[in-house]
Structures are given as structure tokens and as C-alpha cells.
């Protein structure tokens, strides 16, 4: 296998990110952050439906 140009190889390097390393761990943490919001928000409606669900099976039933 033939070896790789030290240009190809400090392009290769160059072109993997175009972030910082400071900007990366910002976009990770702005990320997670939705990501827990998402999870509040979804466990919100989950209840929210149990809520409702639970209501109508006992109005169903008869019960208050």
C-alpha cells in the first residue's frame, strides 16, 4: 500500500472538522440540552394521555 503525502495527510487532518475543539463541546452541550428538554416534554404528554385515559376508562366504568 502506497503512503500517503504529508500534504494529503495535513489536508486529511484540516478537513476532518470544521469546528473547534470549544465549539464542539459547546454544540454537545447546546444538544444535550434539547435533548433533556425533549425528554420533559415527552414525558409531559405521556402523562397527559395516561391522565386522560385513566378518566375515560372510569367514566366508562361509572366511576368519578
Do not use: N
Amino acid at each position: 500500500m502506497a503512503k500517503a503525502k504529508p500534504a494529503a495527510k495535513a489536508k486529511a487532518a484540516a478537513a476532518k472538522s470544521v469546528f473547534s475543539a470549544t465549539d464542539r463541546k459547546k454544540l454537545l452541550s447546546d444538544v444535550q440540552k434539547q435533548i433533556k428538554d425533549l425528554e420533559k416534554q415527552v414525558k409531559g404528554m405521556v402523562k397527559s394521555v395516561q391522565t386522560d385515559v385513566i378518566a375515560k376508562i372510569k367514566k366508562q366504568l361509572g366511576m368519578k
